[in-house]
């Protein structure tokens, strides 16, 4: 499979240079040439397939021979290795939780897999020297890179985040993992840390030094594990006796995950239509009812961690020269804050069932917007205790964290306190060596 660039201006490249590079040269997104169609046959099957090998089938189409194929079903193994429940919570509405990770966020298996296949790839090219991932985060993006290369051999993580802004179970997730993680808590805004990082990947000098790899949401690495959640939900669907093609709601303000639906439904995976829902006026809900692109700043949204919206242009490219057919395949809606409060209430009250805020807009839009003998499956973004500083004093209850999530509070945290300097950012890239670090930490 080789992947081109959505501004057409370079020669189509390796999954190995997509993979590595993050975005081509010429400022485009790298996309496959082809999303082919799987055979019926598999389809027939689906229902009794396992989570990891309807994985293998689908990733397998994107990757083929660039990793042998044993590497390939490690990757699968070890990047789906939790479940990803689909539950009915209401006559003819499914949920499906994403958020059973290490993190408790969806994003997760991304970020995992995007470490796994980094991983395989720099092996096979058979690269000396440590490769330093470097990312920005206001959320959960952080944790589940850093998980994501936790103590592989040949990595160092970088996580810069703004002082005060996550909260005490995102900071704690990020700055209590030590080994080759090194957290770095900036005195300034979110816009300081990606500035930061800007300036690492501008550095001609440490990059001809060093070997820098951005983990943002456009990397096609994380995008393509995505596609597999909508093909294991129909699988679910199926196994539990249900006809017809569903309806999909996605989480808004993250174009990846629409673009991982829209992608599926191209490999066959039987989907009515898409509910984009969200509590904000993103890129593709202006477009869905304008026409046209305007650009939103992805860093002012304080409960969602909204992606940069590149993976809208994907998107287009996936509609070609008419892009307005995209209105036909999905609905974009949004709400309130203050409406998303009073489902949430609802919710906990009538059926005990706990969302965070961004996971009830979706649900909401997929609730609002069911016809009459129709069947639809939401997207979860992030377990529920993540936000519990925001969801209790709506339910009026503690929300408690599973333990696998509420490990990370009692530990102590290691963490770089720097200005928005980016010289204090380059001294500590510079002297990290392997996975020891000579700068003080506190």
């Known amino acids: 499979m080789k992947y081109y660039s959505t501004n057409g201006a370079i020669a189509p490249s390796s999954l190995e240079e997509a993979v590595l590079k993050g975005m081509p040269v010429d400022g485009g997104l790298f996309m496959p040439e082809e999303i082919r169609r799987l055979p019926d046959a598999f389809f027939h099957n689906i229902a009794e397939m396992s989570l990891k090998e309807i994985a293998y089938v689908v990733l397998d189409e994107f990757i083929g021979d660039e990793i042998p194929a044993r590497d390939l079903q490690e990757i699968v193994n070890d990047t789906f290795s939790f479940e990803i429940p689909l539950r009915e919570i209401e006559n003819s509405i499914f949920s499906l939780e994403l958020y059973y990770g290490p993190t408790g966020s969806y994003q997760d298996i991304?970020?995992?897999?995007?470490?796994?296949?980094?991983?395989?790839?720099?092996?096979?090219?058979?690269?000396?020297?440590?490769?330093?991932?470097?990312?920005?985060?206001?959320?959960?993006?952080?944790?589940?890179?850093?998980?994501?290369?936790?103590?592989?051999?040949?990595?160092?993580?970088?996580?810069?985040?703004?002082?005060?802004?996550?909260?005490?179970?995102?900071?704690?997730?990020?700055?209590?993992?030590?080994?080759?993680?090194?957290?770095?808590?900036?005195?300034?805004?979110?816009?300081?840390?990606?500035?930061?990082?800007?300036?690492?990947?501008?550095?001609?000098?440490?990059?001809?030094?060093?070997?820098?790899?951005?983990?943002?949401?456009?990397?096609?690495?994380?995008?393509?594990?995505?596609?597999?959640?909508?093909?294991?939900?129909?699988?679910?669907?199926?196994?539990?006796?249900?006809?017809?093609?569903?309806?999909?709601?996605?989480?808004?303000?993250?174009?990846?995950?629409?673009?991982?639906?829209?992608?599926?439904?191209?490999?066959?995976?039987?989907?009515?239509?898409?509910?984009?829902?969200?509590?904000?006026?993103?890129?593709?809900?202006?477009?869905?009812?304008?026409?046209?692109?305007?650009?939103?700043?992805?860093?002012?949204?304080?409960?969602?961690?909204?992606?940069?919206?590149?993976?809208?242009?994907?998107?287009?490219?996936?509609?070609?020269?008419?892009?307005?057919?995209?209105?036909?395949?999905?609905?974009?809606?949004?709400?309130?804050?203050?409406?998303?409060?009073?489902?949430?209430?609802?919710?906990?009250?009538?059926?005990?069932y706990l969302l965070d805020i961004q996971s009830a807009c979706v649900y909401q839009g997929l609730h609002d917007h069911l016809k009459e003998g129709e069947k639809g499956i939401f997207l979860t973004g992030f377990h529920p205790a993540k936000c519990r500083e925001y969801l209790e004093p709506v339910i009026g209850e503690v929300v408690f964290a599973p333990a696998y999530l509420d490990k990370c509070l009692d530990e102590v945290k290691l963490v770089y306190q720097i200005n928005p300097d980016y010289p204090q950012f380059r001294k500590i890239l510079e002297e990290c060596s392997g996975n020891i670090c000579r700068v003080m930490r506190s």
């Open 110 to 352: 991304g970020a995992r897999f995007m470490a796994r296949l980094t991983a395989a790839l720099i092996q096979q090219k058979r690269m000396r020297g440590v490769v330093n991932v470097v990312v920005a985060t206001k959320g959960d993006t952080g944790a589940a890179i850093a998980n994501g290369f936790l103590d592989l051999p040949g990595f160092n993580v970088y996580v810069l985040f703004p002082q005060g802004v996550l909260t005490e179970m995102q900071e704690k997730e990020i700055t209590t993992l030590r080994g080759n993680v090194h957290a770095i808590e900036v005195n300034g805004s979110f816009d300081d840390c990606v500035a930061l990082v800007q300036s690492a990947f501008n550095d001609t000098e440490l990059n001809r030094r060093q070997r820098l790899v951005s983990a943002n949401s456009c990397n096609i690495a994380r995008l393509l594990p995505q596609i597999v959640y909508y093909f294991y939900a129909y699988a679910q669907y199926v196994k539990a006796g249900n006809t017809g093609k569903p309806v999909f709601a996605v989480p808004g303000g993250s174009p990846g995950n629409l673009l991982a639906g829209l992608m599926a439904v191209r490999m066959g995976v039987p989907i009515s239509r898409f509910i984009d829902a969200s509590t904000i006026d993103d890129s593709l809900l202006y477009y869905l009812r304008t026409g046209e692109m305007k650009d939103v700043d992805p860093h002012q949204f304080k409960y969602i961690e909204v992606d940069d919206p590149g993976n809208f242009y994907r998107i287009k490219e996936l509609y070609g020269i008419h892009p307005e057919n995209i209105k036909k395949e999905v609905t974009g809606v949004n709400y309130t804050e203050r409406a998303m409060r009073r489902t949430l209430a609802r919710l906990h009250e009538a059926i005990d």
